[in-house]
């Protein structure tokens, strides 16, 4: 059994650029779930949390997310997977999309994943909102409860917000972000709360992503005794909101296929799924 100890970090660009253009020239034909944006590998390596390794099938990308790793692969397109068994889980996902042949060849992939011994793990939609004519709604709600009043994160607030994710979000779907990374997204004005007006308590946390020209949320957490208030929704706002403000037009979350709850309240907000959604799979 394997432990990240046994691969290389990946501590800058140029060493990850000669790594896979060496492993490249090698194998003409190779597949790969590997879809980093803008910016992606820069958070990786910022958090140092990501290593490189290689086996029978080819080259890959370990991004050590906390509770799990979550694998990158570039493989020959006529090899097996050969991946060996780490000290946690590992979860490799696929996106799909539409036409027959691309399903086809990401089918024949799943199946190379599931006989090297991965399972099936969960099916995320990917929803879209326009925001081009989108006009946000409040940020503050109230009720007999209280006031609660949706702000961006300070410095302070993070200690306050890593324990509502923490409890909250499934660690295996949900890469928890260490302190160091929190504090340096508060400073980028990408963190979002929910703040109760009478006691100054932090009840909700949200995460704002923008990248190749889209928002997208993330974290979206809320403390169980504040649930069905309606503060995700005000949260969701100030992201749309602050995202129209940066000259974005488009936003896109990702959702678990069976949490109907979930799918049906971004709905309702205006989401739309167009036929995109990963299918992830995990080796425990």
Same mark, same amino acid.
């Given at each position: 059994?394997?432990?990240?100890?046994?691969?290389?970090?990946v501590l800058e660009?140029?060493e990850?650029?000669?790594?896979?253009y060496k492993?490249?020239?090698r194998n003409?034909?190779?597949?790969?779930?590997?879809?980093?944006?803008?910016?992606?590998v820069?958070r990786?390596?910022?958090?140092?949390?990501?290593?490189m390794?290689?086996?029978?099938?080819?080259?890959?990308?370990?991004?050590d997310?906390?509770?799990?790793?979550?694998?990158?692969?570039?493989?020959?397109v006529d090899?097996p997977?050969?991946?060996?068994r /780490?000290?946690?889980?590992v979860?490799v $996902?696929?996106?799909? &999309?539409?036409?027959?042949?691309? *399903?086809r060849?990401?089918?024949?992939?799943?199946r190379?994943?599931?006989?090297?011994?991965f399972?099936?793990?969960?099916?995320?939609?990917?929803m879209?909102?326009?925001?081009?004519d989108?006009?946000p709604?409040?940020?503050?709600?109230?009720?007999?409860?209280?006031?609660?009043?949706?702000?961006?994160?300070?410095?302070?607030?993070?200690e306050?917000i890593?324990?509502?994710w923490d409890?909250?979000?499934d660690?295996?779907?949900?890469a928890?972000?260490?302190?160091?990374?929190t504090?340096?997204e508060i400073?980028?004005g990408?963190?979002?709360? /929910?703040?109760r007006?009478d006691?100054? $308590?932090?009840?909700? &946390?949200n995460?704002m992503?923008? *990248?190749?020209?889209?928002v997208?949320?993330w974290?979206g957490a809320?403390?169980?005794?504040?649930?069905r208030?309606?503060?995700?929704?005000?949260?969701?706002?100030m992201?749309?909101?602050t995202a129209?403000?940066?000259?974005?037009?488009m936003?896109?979350t990702w959702v678990?296929?069976?949490?109907?709850a979930s799918?049906?309240a971004?709905?309702?907000?205006?989401?739309?799924?167009?036929?995109?959604w990963?299918?992830?799979?995990?080796l425990?």
């Amino acid at each position: 059994m394997k432990t990240r100890e046994d691969l290389r970090p990946v501590l800058e660009k140029n060493e990850l650029r000669t790594f896979f253009y060496k492993h490249l020239l090698r194998n003409p034909r190779w597949e790969t779930n590997c879809i980093f944006e803008p910016g992606e590998v820069d958070r990786l390596l910022r958090r140092k949390s990501l290593y490189m390794g290689k086996c029978e099938s080819g080259a890959f990308l370990i991004d050590d997310e906390g509770e799990y790793y979550r694998v990158h692969f570039f493989f020959a397109v006529d090899k097996p997977v050969s991946f060996e068994r /780490m000290d946690k889980p590992v979860l490799v $996902e696929f996106l799909m &999309a539409g036409g027959e042949d691309r *399903r086809r060849s990401i089918r024949e992939m799943e199946r190379k994943w599931m006989d090297c011994g991965f399972v099936p793990h969960v099916v995320d939609l990917k929803m879209y909102l326009s925001l081009q004519d989108y006009v946000p709604g409040p940020t503050v709600v109230e009720n007999a409860v209280g006031k609660f009043r949706g702000r961006l994160a300070r410095a302070e607030d993070a200690e306050a917000i890593l324990p509502i994710w923490d409890r909250s979000l499934d660690h295996l779907n949900s890469a928890i972000p260490s302190m160091d990374e929190t504090l340096y997204e508060i400073s980028q004005g990408n963190i979002f709360v /929910m703040e109760r007006e009478d006691t100054g $308590e932090i009840c909700a &946390a949200n995460k704002m992503v923008i *990248r190749g020209g889209m928002v997208s949320t993330w974290l979206g957490a809320v403390k169980s005794e504040y649930r069905r208030m309606g503060l995700s929704t005000a949260m969701k706002q100030m992201i749309y909101k602050t995202a129209q403000e940066r000259g974005i037009q488009m936003c896109y979350t990702w959702v678990d296929r069976e949490n109907t709850a979930s799918v049906k309240a971004l709905e309702k907000l205006g989401f739309r799924c167009h036929g995109e959604w990963t299918e992830g799979f995990i080796l425990r």
